[in-house]
C-alpha cells in the first residue's frame, strides 16, 4: 500500500464513527447509542489491561456488560476494532500534547513545560488503553501499526524541537537530545507497567512530581517558568530546592520495585 493511501485509510477510521455504519433504514447514532459504545469500551479496556488482549473474549465482554454478543457486534466487528479504537485514542491524546497552534510565540521553554506536563496528565488518564499499542502490536494491522509509528515519530520530533530551542535560548541544560527524549519517553510511556491509581500519590500529584522529575532531566529551572504557568499546574512547591531531593524518589516509592533512574 502506497504512503498515499495509508494515509487516506487512517484518515477515514479516525474519523469515522468506531461503530458498525448502520444499515438502510436506520436512524442516524443517536447520544444513546454512543452511550452504549463507551460503555463497551470501558469494559474492553479494563479487560484487556487485567488479563490482556490474549486472555480476554467476546464472551467476557459480554458478559462483564450483562448482555448478548448481537449487542457488542452491532458496534464493532471483532475484538481487534476494539483493541484499535482504544490504542489509536489512547495515543492520539498521549502524542499530541506537544502541538502547538502555529501563532503561539511563547518561548520553547515555556510551551515545554506545558506539554510535557499535559503528557503525564494524559498518559496517567489512559495508562490501561496505552498498554495495547505494546503488548498487542502483533496483531495490530500493518497500516494501523505504522500510523502508530508515525504518531509516535511526530511526538518525539516536537519533542525534539522544543528541547533544542530551549537549549539555545539558555534556558534547558542536557547532554544528548535524542538520548534525553527517549529516556523520558520510557519513564512516562510504560507507566502503564506500574502506575496504580490507587497507590499513595493521588493522580494529580502522581503527574505533578513526575512532570517536575522530566523538567530536571532538561535542566529545566523552576525560576525560569512563569509564575501563572507554575500555579496552574500546582508545581511551584515542588519545585523549590528544598523539595528537589525527595520528587524523583517519591515517584519510585508508589512501586517500590520499579524506578526512573
Known amino acids: 500500500m502506497l504512503p498515499s493511501q495509508r494515509k487516506a485509510l487512517m484518515s477515514a477510521t479516525r474519523t469515522a464513527s468506531p461503530a458498525t455504519p448502520p444499515a438502510a433504514g436506520k ?36 458478559a462483564e456488560l450483562g448482555v448478548t454478543k448481537p449487542f457488542v457486534y452491532y458496534y464493532f466487528r471483532d475484538k481487534h476494532q476494539i483493541a484499535e479504537t482504544l490504542a ?6 498521549c502524542l499530541s500534547t506537544l502541538k502547538f497552534a502555529a501563532d503561539d510565540r511563547r518561548p520553547a521553554h515555556v510551551k515545554l513545560a ?4 499535559r503528557w503525564v496528565a494524559a498518559c496517567v488518564t489512559h495508562f490501561r488503553a496505552s498498554a ?23 511526538f518525539y520530533a516536537d519533542l525534539g524541537a522544543l528541547m533544542e530551542e530551549g537549549r539555545r535560548q539558555g534556558k534547558l541544560s542536557f547532554d544528548d ?10 519513564a512516562v510511556g510504560f507507566i502503564y507497567t506500574w502506575y496504580r491509581p490507587e497507590g499513595r500519590l493521588p493522580p494529580d500529584e502522581f503527574v505533578d ?43 519510585a516509592k508508589t512501586n517500590p520495585q520499579r524506578t526512573l533512574e
Open 209 to 251: 512530581r513526575l512532570t517536575v522529575t522530566l523538567f530536571r532531566m532538561i535542566g529545566l529551572r523552576p525560576s525560569a517558568l512563569p509564575a501563572p504557568l507554575r500555579k496552574k499546574t500546582k508545581l511551584q512547591r515542588r519545585l523549590t530546592p528544598e523539595s528537589s531531593a525527595s520528587s524523583e524518589t517519591a515517584v
Open 27 to 62: 436512524p442516524a447514532e443517536t447520544q444513546a447509542c454512543i452511550d452504549k459504545r463507551e460503555r463497551i469500551l470501558a469494559v474492553a479496556e479494563d479487560l484487556f489491561y487485567r488479563y490482556e488482549f490474549s486472555g480476554t473474549t467476546m464472551d467476557m465482554i459480554c
Open 177 to 186: 537530545a535524542t538520548v534525553t527524549a527517549k529516556a523520558m519517553g520510557g
Open 132 to 154: 495495547l499499542a505494546f503488548r498487542v502490536t502483533a496483531t495490530l494491522r500493518p497500516e494501523f501499526r505504522d500510523e502508530l509509528h508515525d504518531l509516535a515519530n511526530g
Open 88 to 93: 489509536w485514542r489512547a495515543s492520539v491524546a
Open 114 to 117: 506545558e506539554g510535557l506536563h
